[in-house]
């Protein structure tokens, strides 16, 4: 599903995400962390797609399951939390996704450290949308230049700070 995904090929990806879904569930019941994470997987494609509204339905039952499991505070909790922020910031809900970026980024560091790639990808999250909608521009460029010093070689970093260098 994801390699189908990462084609563009968002009708098989989703057939195979959805089948891996229903395994998942099969195999750790409905209320579990790898079902929270393939619905996730799943919101992905959707996001991909540009349906978001399916997307951020996807995110929120996943996150839900998370705190329901007090699982959300932890690795999977951030990656749900990122997923769901750059639904919301695509779906124009610029203050709730940026609020769910810096809880995001708290967990991380809480994990990872000041250093990561979860971090990184975070603090690179936070620059695009800051410097999507015009504002921020010194520190989207902070972040993005923070991002690339993490990830250097990732091309959605560096795309990142040609973006916030063009805003400014």
């Known amino acids: 599903g994801t390699t189908y995904q990462g084609l563009g090929m968002y009708a098989p990806a989703r057939k195979h995400l959805e089948a891996a879904l229903d395994a998942s569930i099969a195999a750790h019941g409905l209320e579990h962390v790898k079902v929270a994470l393939a619905l996730d997987r799943l919101a992905g494609a959707f996001e991909e797609e540009g349906d978001y509204p399916e997307a951020e ?42 609020a769910l970026f810096r809880e995001t980024l ?25 410097a999507e909608r015009g504002e921020k521009l010194d520190r989207a460029l902070q972040l993005a230049l923070a991002a690339k010093a993490e990830l250097p070689e990732v091309a959605k970093v560096n795309e990142t700070l040609g973006f916030v260098y063009l805003q400014k």
């Open 57 to 98: 339905r996807l995110c929120r039952r996943a996150l839900a399951m998370l705190q329901r499991l007090g699982e959300a505070d932890g690795t999977a909790g951030a990656q749900l939390k990122g997923s769901l922020a750059r639904v919301l910031q695509c779906l124009g809900k610029g203050e709730e996704a940026e």
């Open 106 to 130: 708290a967990t991380q560091r809480r994990i990872e450290g000041d250093r990561g790639p979860g971090v990184a990808a975070t603090l690179n999250n936070l620059a695009w949308m800051y």
